[in-house]
């Protein structure tokens, strides 16, 4: 009997130890720091697809959840019967200049805010910047953004008549891209680095960087509309939109705003006989609720970015991406032991 009493006292610290140690994950998880693998290349060669990255809740300040009823370390399995209101954390800094900012992807508009995809790019505008990409040089308040880390861009490769192997591929890392034509023409997306070392190589006749020409590919760039032909090449200038700002609003500068004044502020526009209706009420100007920022693929041609879908609010920023803890090659079935633990910058 006394033996039966120790195992059901021994089972019941365990259970709760066990219990103890699910709480203590739990806030961890949603207040310090997260782990997601990325799915995407469109950060390479910054952050690969397989890399997995320690997202650092605590720096800008965590967000509280906000999808009360929700299977812990399972996101999609919720429900919306219950929503709370948006509340961040005081943080140990503010979000700078080509920070890497992971954030919930605003214009996926079915879930909420928290149970979006989560996206990781690199933070190009603050709140009141002025952004504008010219010849796809990106400037931030007429001063040349400059990033320390590796961009990738489009190339046009031709070769001496030789058709480009899995060896040449492997050579120089090259993950995307391929044929144009048989007779020796391809289009790759490299760093300046490899582009070099394409260029030197003594069976590529020349090597050019592929751009668009200004207001040419614009259909898919934003703000979509008649009024812009912006394209990722060139673009801008745009102000990056900041809380207390009074925008004079217009039929050609609405196409700007109508995604932020209904999905991200909470309002109901309508257009009539050329004016603008906002909550039933006709108006010129509109005061922004929220801060917003601009966000920006490194791997620049190939990208799903602020060019594509506009502005990132406030409050779907989730953290700074702070390192790799693990990297796998699903391609070549092996761990990349050179990415374990890499700073990102």
Known sequence: MVKRKKNRKGLKEWGQALLLAFILALLIKGLVVQSFMVASPQMEKTILTGDFIMVNKIQYGARLPITLLSVPFFSSAYSELIQLPQIRMPGFGSIKHNDLIVFNYPVQF????????????????????????????????????????????????????????????????????????????????????????????????????????????????????HYFSFNKDYFGPLVVPYKGQVIQLSTHNIEIYKILLTEYE?????IK?????????????????????????????????????????????????????????????????????????
């Open 266 to 270: 909470g309002n109901s526009v309508e």
């Open 273 to 345: 006989n050329y004016k603008i209706f906002i909550n039933g009420k006709k108006t010129t100007k509109y005061t922004i609720k929220h801060d917003y920022y601009f966000v920006m693929d490194d791997n620049r041609d190939n990208a799903k970015d602020s060019r594509y879908w506009g502005f990132l609010p406030k409050s779907h920023i989730i953290g700074k991406a702070s390192f790799i803890w693990f990297s796998y090659n699903k391609s070549k079935g092996a761990i990349r032991w050179r990415r374990m633990f890499k700073h990102l910058f």
């Open 110 to 225: 079915d879930p909420p805010i928290d149970k979006k995809e989560n996206m990781v790019k690199r933070c190009i505008g603050l709140p009141g910047d002025t952004i504008k990409i010219n010849s796809k040089k990106v400037f931030v308040n007429n001063i040349p953004n400059i990033c320390t880390s590796s961009l990738q861009f489009n190339y046009r490769v031709v070769t001496n008549n030789k058709v480009i192997d899995n060896e040449f591929l492997e050579k120089y890392e090259i993950n995307e891209g391929g044929m144009v034509s048989d007779i020796g023409i391809y289009d790759f997306t490299l760093d300046f680095e490899r582009y070099k070392q394409i260029k030197a190589d003594k069976n590529i006749r020349y090597i050019r960087e592929l751009k668009d020409f200004p207001g040419e590919n614009s259909r898919y760039i934003f703000p979509i509309g």
